[in-house]
């Protein structure tokens, strides 16, 4: 499976983007997709993830303001940010795994990487 993102960018605090992830494969319908942020200095972090059945989880700093969906006709992952803090600045990875039974946030789970896109609140 291969993951590309999109739709990262610059924009003022209080703004909205939206990245999405696409992927190869007809099997992404049935993985765990996660959108996780790694800010410079610091570990990456999960901030939201999907499983198969379109459940999803944010971590306590984007509960609110990010929306995870998923479009798997299209075979996309979407991440909606709005409310956009200079603390959500940060490159974002998304990535899949396909064990199931959990889909949690847990860097650590996920066997498939996207490259990244890279997002600036100023």
């Known amino acids: 499976v291969q993951l590309v993102e999109s739709g990262g960018g610059s924009v003022q605090a209080g703004g909205s983007l939206r990245l999405s992830c696409g992927a190869s494969?007809?099997?992404?319908?049935?993985?765990?997709v996660g959108w996780l942020r790694q800010a410079p200095g610091k570990e990456r972090e999960g901030v939201a993830a999907i499983d198969s059945d379109g459940i999803a989880s944010y971590a306590d700093s984007v509960k609110g303001r990010f929306t995870v969906s998923r479009d798997n006709a299209n075979n996309t992952v979407n991440l909606m940010m709005n409310s956009l803090k200079p603390e959500d600045t940060g490159m974002y990875y998304c990535a899949a795994h396909f064990t199931r039974g959990y889909c949690s946030r847990n860097r650590y789970d996920y066997n498939y990487w996207g490259q990244g896109t890279q997002v600036t609140v100023s």
């Open positions: 494969g007809s099997i992404y319908g049935d993985a765990c």
